[in-house]
């Protein structure tokens, strides 16, 4: 089943429910910088993350270094943001509480 992008009202549905989310418009993407206490609490991030994504079969794009974690969400299959995006996005951020 094809995954279609959202539109332009969906997509700012979306931004209104994602607060700390950041809209990059050259990617049609959601990113957010998260900042840890240090390398371990990251990576331990980063691996609850890891089994969220594959449990939704939906991957982010992500660089770590030391404390911090970037995380870009775009639907490649959909050519752009998608409800898989706001979905796992919603999932990182409960995770955080």
Avoid at 28 to 52: G, K, N
Avoid at 81 to 87: I, Q, T
């Amino acid at each position: 089943m094809k995954v279609e992008p959202l539109d332009d009202e969906g997509r700012a549905e979306a931004l209104d429910t994602l607060d700390e989310w950041d809209y990059d418009e050259a990617r049609d993407a959601i990113t957010r910088t998260f900042t840890f206490a240090d390398f371990s609490e990251a990576f331990a991030f980063m691996t609850r993350v890891a089994l969220l994504a594959e449990k939704a079969d939906h991957h982010p794009e992500w660089s770590n270094v030391w404390n911090r974690v970037d995380v870009l969400l775009t639907t490649h299959d959909a050519g752009g943001l998608s409800h898989k995006d706001v979905a796992l996005a919603e999932a990182i951020d409960a995770l955080l509480g």
